[in-house]
């Protein structure tokens, strides 16, 4: 399928012109970024694997009728999505605090919290992506309390479905971050998970032996990125079980 012309070059993907009016071809590349893209590589394969798996979870979240962009996949790198306004912040869910939650809080990664923390940041490279209150989201207009609303909902959803599915392959979810899109049916707007959805996003911990199987592997030279993908991919049944 021919795509068009380049809208955007993120750190991880392309966004280029659909086939479609509101259709974008999503093509994920093999870069990987950390600390605000201060750490920086190729690692081959990661992304035919964050396509396959962010497919994954789309397709499962649609079946259990969670809105999503995505359409279809097209090859090993490119996947077709609805195009949609993204709202500009990144939707962060805790289960277990590690990451930037350990660290503020001078909390021992793993240490389980007592509900799913949700908390959001305002998506801007230049600032860091801080971390912003509802109140700083009403106040800049960034999205409306009824938006705010949906987006928990959403973001809780996702959040039951990828842990249960994690669960179901031995894997504990700890966290991840989703973007969320505004599509307009006529005047109607509903709101989509948007980006993407893969171990880039997560933080996946084998149940058993504790082993990190997503970018946390990059970001801490923990071993190879690939196999870690790899090995979430095969359980799933994503990649065959002898990839
Ligand atoms: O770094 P922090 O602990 O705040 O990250 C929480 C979760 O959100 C992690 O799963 C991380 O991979 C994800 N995240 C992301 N993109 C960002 C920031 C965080 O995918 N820009």
């Given at each position: 399928m021919?795509?068009?012309?380049?809208i955007?070059e993120?750190?991880?993907?392309?966004?280029?012109?659909g086939?479609?009016?509101?259709?974008?071809?999503?093509?994920?590349?093999?870069?990987?970024?950390?600390?605000?893209?201060?750490?920086?590589?190729?690692?081959?394969?990661?992304?035919?694997?964050?396509?396959?798996?962010?497919?994954?979870?789309?397709?499962?979240?649609?079946?259990?009728g969670?809105?999503?962009?995505?359409l279809k996949?097209?090859?090993?790198?490119?996947?077709?999505?609805?195009?949609?306004?993204?709202?500009?912040l990144?939707?962060?869910v805790?289960?277990?605090?590690a990451?930037s939650?350990?660290?503020?809080?001078?909390l021992?990664?793993?240490?389980?919290?007592?509900?799913?923390?949700?908390?959001y940041?305002y998506k801007?490279?230049?600032?860091?992506?801080?971390?912003?209150?509802?109140?700083?989201?009403?106040?800049?207009?960034?999205?409306?309390?009824?938006d705010?609303?949906?987006?928990?909902s959403?973001?809780?959803?996702?959040?039951?479905?990828?842990?249960?599915?994690?669960?179901?392959?031995?894997i504990?979810l700890?966290?991840?971050?989703?973007?969320?899109?505004?599509v307009?049916?006529?005047?109607?707007?509903?709101?989509?998970?948007?980006?993407?959805?893969?171990?880039?996003?997560?933080?996946?911990?084998?149940?058993?032996?504790?082993?990190?199987?997503?970018k946390?592997?990059?970001?801490?030279?923990?071993?190879?990125?690939?196999?870690?993908y790899?090995?979430?991919?095969r359980?799933?049944?994503?990649?065959?079980?002898n990839?």
């Amino acid at each position: 399928m021919a795509r068009g012309k380049k809208i955007y070059e993120g750190k991880a993907k392309v966004l280029y012109e659909g086939p479609e009016p509101g259709t974008i071809v999503q093509y994920f590349k093999d870069d990987a970024t950390a600390f605000n893209a201060e750490k920086k590589d190729v690692i081959d394969g990661k992304g035919v694997l964050n396509n396959r798996l962010s497919e994954f979870f789309m397709l499962g979240l649609g079946q259990i009728g969670v809105p999503t962009h995505f359409l279809k996949r097209l090859n090993m790198r490119e996947q077709l999505v609805r195009s949609c306004e993204i709202i500009p912040l990144e939707v962060i869910v805790r289960n277990f605090a590690a990451g930037s939650m350990a660290k503020r809080l001078g909390l021992e990664e793993g240490t389980q919290l007592s509900r799913p923390v949700v908390e959001y940041s305002y998506k801007d490279d230049a600032l860091g992506d801080p971390l912003v209150p509802e109140e700083y989201i009403a106040a800049f207009g960034w999205a409306s309390p009824q938006d705010m609303e949906d987006i928990l909902s959403i973001a809780l959803r996702v959040n039951d479905f990828l842990s249960g599915v994690m669960y179901g392959v031995g894997i504990k979810l700890i966290d991840f971050k989703i973007e969320i899109g505004r599509v307009y049916d006529g005047d109607f707007q509903r709101l989509v998970v948007a980006d993407e959805i893969s171990p880039d996003s997560c933080r996946l911990w084998d149940i058993e032996t504790g082993r990190k199987l997503d970018k946390d592997v990059f970001r801490r030279d923990l071993g190879n990125l690939t196999d870690a993908y790899s090995e979430v991919a095969r359980r799933l049944g994503v990649l065959p079980k002898n990839a």
